[in-house]
Every structure is written in structure tokens, then in C-alpha cells.
């Protein structure tokens, strides 16, 4: 996962993760362990209204030379966030298979 920049921003605007986790209405380790490894949609969704900033905003840019790669896809009921080549590799790969699978049931009745 893309390193966020959420520290950075509070610190910016004078606030702390417990400002934020009290904004949110969590306390603050439920929020930093659901903003560690892979957050969801709607707690990104939620910070950002929090922090006044767009979802972009949220992630470290990256240099001018690299290819960025961020977004959001809804795959079925899953919300995955893409935001490295690998990230986009796998989605691409989950939704081939579950394409795959849904033809052979098709052609299978």
C-alpha cells in the first residue's frame, strides 16, 4: 500500500490522532489499526472529510519520473484501493478469474 500522509496533514493543521479518532467517533487505536496495512474506502472517505482534504490528498505523491497509479474499484462487494502496479496486477487478476468463472457457468447451462 501507497504510504499515507495523514500525520503529516494533522501535524499541518495543528491536530493529533486523537483529534481525528474523536472526530471519527473511534478510539485511536481502532482508527490506526484500521488506517495500517489496507484501510477501506469509507475510513479514507472518512478522514478526509475530517481532514478537509481530497482522498489524493491523503497518499504520498510520488516522484515526477514514476508512474502513479491510485484508485478505487468495486469488484462484487469488495472495495479494493490500487495504488502500485502490483495492486492493479491483482485486481486484474480477481476479476479475470470471477469473469472466467461466470462464463463456464453460462456456457455450462
Do not use: W
Not at 495543528?14 to 489499526?33: E, P
Amino acid at each position: 500500500m501507497e504510504e499515507l500522509r495523514i500525520k503529516e496533514i494533522l501535524k499541518q493543521q495543528g491536530k493529533t490522532m486523537q483529534d481525528l479518532a474523536d472526530m471519527i467517533g473511534i478510539n485511536r487505536v481502532n482508527l490506526s489499526n484500521s488506517l495500517n496495512g489496507n484501510p477501506t474506502l469509507e475510513r479514507l472517505k472518512q478522514v478526509a472529510d475530517c481532514l478537509n482534504v481530497d482522498i489524493k490528498d491523503l497518499f504520498k505523491k510520488k516522484k515526477k519520473n514514476e508512474v502513479q497509479i491510485l484508485g478505487v474499484i468495486k469488484l462484487n462487494d469488495d472495495i479494493l484501493v490500487i495504488d502500485n502496479y502490483s495492486s492493479l496486477e491483482h485486481v486484474y487478476s480477481q476479476a479475470k478469474s470471477l469473469n472466467e468463472k461466470y462464463i463456464s457457468e453460462i456456457e455450462g447451462q
